[in-house]
Each structure stands twice: as C-alpha cells, then as structure tokens.
C-alpha cells in the first residue's frame, strides 16, 4: 500500500513534468477523449479489461494505457482521432493471436483496439460475397458460411484466431494449395486510416491500400470490414495422416527429398498438407479436398516412395473435416476466449532445400531436438510446387511476398513452449540454431519469414526485410503518404521511408 501511493506521488509529479508524454497523462487524456466521443473502453480491471489484455502468447504481456471496445466504425474512427490528438500509438486487436502480442502493441503503453465484439458474419447468395466483422473469429466463420450457403475461404485450422491479423498478413491451412492463402479470398476491406477517414479499398477503389492490406494490414489501417469470395465447400473432404519413421538423420534426408520432390513437381491440387514433427512422432497430416477413395489414390505415388502407408484416412464433410483439426475445441467462438500458451516461435519459408541443408537441418532435429525435454514441434507446410494455387498469384499482386513456385515451397512454423512456469531466459537458442541450419545454406533472397508467426526477437530492420522481402520499399513509400507520425506503430512495424 505505502509503495504503492510512494511510486504513484513520484508518477504524477513526473506527469507535471511531461504534459501528456507519462502514461498516467496519456491514460487521463486518451480516457477523456474517448469519453467526450462515446467510445465504449474497457474500464482498467474490469473483467472486460483483464479479458483483453491477456495474450494467447503469456511469455509477452503487456499494459495498454486504455482499451476501447467498440461496436461500430464511427467508434473505431473516434478512437484513432483520439490517439492521434493525445499522441499515443494505437493497435488494432482482433482474435489476440499474435506470437509477439503485436495487438497490444509489443511493448507497454500502447492504446489498443479491441475488435472481437465486431464479429457479424453474414452470407450474400446472389454475389457469393461473405461480409465479416473484423473481430470474428475463424471458427464462427466458417460454421457461418456453412450453415448459410455450404460456401467457404482458405484459412488455418485454429478456430480461435481472428480474422483479422490472419487474413492480413497472410493465413495458410487445409485448403491453401487447393485455394490459395486467406489474403487470396479478400475482395474488399473497409478501412479507418490515421487521419481517421474511413475508406473502401478493392482492386477499384484505393487499390493501393488495398495492395499493402493483403499482407502488411497491421500497419496501413483498422479494417473493420471484409468482403471475402468464397467458395462451394466440398461434400466430401479426407483427413489422413502417415506415420513417417524419421528416426535417423538418414531416414529425415531421404524421406524430406522424396517430399520435396513431389511437391514440386505437382502434388495434386486437392492435396493438402504438412509434416508435424514432435519429440515422440513426426507425421503426414492432411486434407484431401475428396472422397477417401480418391486420397488413397492420389497419395500413393508418395507413399511408394517414402515407404510408408496411410495410418488413417477418415472421410468428413467439411465442417466434420475443420473439426477433425482442431483437436477438441470449440469451433463456433467468439466472446469471451481464454485459451492461452507459453511460448517461443520462429518462422520460415524456403525452397526445395538442397542435401548440404537438409543434412544439417536433420542433424539438428535429431541431436539438439529429440535429446532435450523441452515441448517443441516444427511445423513443414507444403505451401508451393507447380499445383500450388497460392504461388499462382502474380508476385506483386498483394505485398504478401512468398508468390514463387520455386523458391517459395515450404512454409515452417517452429514452436518451443512451457507447460508451467515462464519460458527460460535461455531457450531461445534452441529454435535460433535449427532455423540458423537452414539460413546458412542458402541465400538471402532465397528465404524468408511469416509475420503471422512473428518472432520479436529481431530488431526491426532485419524483421522489415525478412517479413517483407521485394514488396519491402513500395510499403515504405505508402507507409510515408498515409502514416508518416507512425500513429499504427509496433516494434517490427513498417517503417516510413527515409
Ligand atoms: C493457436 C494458433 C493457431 C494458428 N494457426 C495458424 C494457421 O493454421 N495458419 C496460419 O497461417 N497462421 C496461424 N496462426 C497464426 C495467426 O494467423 C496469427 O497469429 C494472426 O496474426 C492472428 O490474428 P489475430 O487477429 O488473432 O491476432 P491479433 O493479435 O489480434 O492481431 C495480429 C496483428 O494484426 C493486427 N490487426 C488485428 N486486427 C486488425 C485489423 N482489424 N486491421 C488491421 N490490423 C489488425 C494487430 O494489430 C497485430 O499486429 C495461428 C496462431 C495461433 C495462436
Ligand atoms: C486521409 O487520408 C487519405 C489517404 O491519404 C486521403 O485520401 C484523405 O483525403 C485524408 N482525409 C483527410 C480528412 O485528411
Ligand atoms: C504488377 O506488375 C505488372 C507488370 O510489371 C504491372 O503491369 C501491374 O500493374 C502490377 N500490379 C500491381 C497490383 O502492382
């Protein structure tokens, strides 16, 4: 309690100091402001606060200076004039799902916007156009465009993700080398930019945003609303897995080549998948956009080569086959979520790689990976190959930047987490030596990383680059014309250019 008044006496006298540059003023600005608007907040402690500012990812919590919950645009508007009059940087929130907390900022003081009450879904059959509030979630999505027009999006697999930070930066799953990535479905995106204008963007209208939505979002803007084409969800879908014996470094470097392959010279389109490597099983997992019958044919050619064979193939519909991924949960989420881990990720996208890599890569898997006790997995998307609809998309068509069937053929979630406790000061080295077996075997231009699986260990230059590649200098330049005080600021953000 003494403490307490001591540390808030010498806060407030460093606030008379500091017009509006402490938090506690800019707490008391941004509040006033807010107030004199109607936006609703989240009052500090509230059981609505203590919701909103709890991370999916524990090792990185932060504390805003204030919390707005709105339920319209004009209140999303009032809240980004708010921020900009008291100076106080502001990040939009929608399923809370960012590994480095970017949707409150990344760091403490930020003022942060929470979306997930703004969570209609609704279905138009004439024009096949979804329209989705900017805080929905994926599984209420998808058990929504089901259930009105058996239609569908690609997205990922974990129904408490929010539409919003996954379909902007990306959003690859089950359907995603059949149909592309989330970012591929967008077709229109209502927008409030720092000035606090709200605007359409579409291929027509402000196309320019809408380029820099489709894979940088985070930084141009707050959408509050998505027009996402959909497509007729299949009746029959095939989830299957094969147990993969990669217990050697040999068995890693032959059984991968042989994947590789494959995938590169046209795995078939309604084939989708990824390899899930733990420290007691490393397996196929998929989708198969069709019958079981049609898996297993399809799938054989693989599994000669790899030596193994289907240890299940179950046939679903597809809201069966979205359930069958997520291991349990709850598919139709919204309000409130609670689900939360204690983590370290990493990201990569990569070519075929070549033996040289793929000979230290499995090295690393099998002398670093399965010998410690941590609770790790890697996760080997097959992103690309000559049937991949999302490298089909011309490079520059979005500032997503993995478009190459070449050289962009994996994508590689890498995860290390805590089961209690926090995470050891020193575990990152553990996943930075695995993606380091990787990146010294190739060339700068010929990898990259996915700010959906951020990592806020890189400064934010190399995060700008790596995230961002070629598309890189046209964000800068547009980050320059509509944000140039940086009001959607994040420590990896965009930065304007020089
Ligand atoms: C359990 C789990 C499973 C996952 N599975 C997959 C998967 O299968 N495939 C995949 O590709 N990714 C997956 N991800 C990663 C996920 O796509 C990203 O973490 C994504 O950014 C989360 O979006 P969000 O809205 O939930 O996060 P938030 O933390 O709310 O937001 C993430 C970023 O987007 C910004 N943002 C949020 N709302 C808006 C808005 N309205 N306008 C502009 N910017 C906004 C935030 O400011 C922040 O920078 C998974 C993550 C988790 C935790
Ligand atoms: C806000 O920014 C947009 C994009 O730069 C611009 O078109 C619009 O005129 C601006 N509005 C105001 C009120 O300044
Ligand atoms: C992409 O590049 C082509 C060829 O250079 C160009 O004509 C087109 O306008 C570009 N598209 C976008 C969205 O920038």
Known sequence: MRTGLILSAALASWAVANPLSSPLSKRAAIDDCLKAANVPVDAPNSNDWKLDVNPFNQRLKYTPVAIAAPTTVQHVQAAVSCAAKVGVKVNPKSGGHSYASFGLGGENGHFVVQLDRMNSVSYNSATQIATVGAGARLGRIATALYRDGKRAFSHGTCPGVGVAGHSLHGGFGFSSHTHGLAVDWIVGATVVLANATVVETSETENPEIFWALRGAGSNFGIVTTFKFKTFAAPSQVTAFQVNLPWNSASAIVSGWSALQDWLKAGMPKEMNGRVFGGPS????????????????????????????????????????????????????????????????????????????????????????????????????????????????????????????????????????????????????????????????????????MYINYADPTMDRNTAQDVYFRQNLPRLQKLKTQLDPTELFYYPQAISPAK
């Open 281 to 448: 099983q490393t397996q196929l997992q998929g989708l198969y956009h069709g019958s079981s019958a049609q898996l297993r044919t399809a799938i054989q050619p693989l599994l000669t080569k790899l030596g193994a064979s289907l240890s299940n193939a179950q046939q679903y519909d597809w809201m069966g086959a979205f359930s069958y991924y997520t291991y349990g949960q709850q598919v139709d989420v919204s309000r409130p979520y609670n689900l939360v881990e204690t983590f370290y990720s990493k990201s990569l996208v990569t070519p075929a790689l070549p033996n040289s890599v793929l000979q230290n890569v499995a090295n690393y898997w099998m002398q670093k990976a399965k010998s410690t006790n941590r609770d790790w997995f890697i996760i080997i998307d097959l992103y690309g190959g000559a049937n991949s609809a999302i490298t089909k998309v011309p490079n520059n068509a979005t500032s997503y930047p993995y478009r190459d069937s070449n050289n962009h053929l994996f994508l590689y979630e890498f995860y290390d987490r805590v089961n209690f406790g926090s995470y050891p000061s020193n575990g990152f080295s553990f996943l930075d030596g695995w993606v380091k077996t990787f990146t010294d075997g190739l060339t700068a231009s010929q990898w990259g």
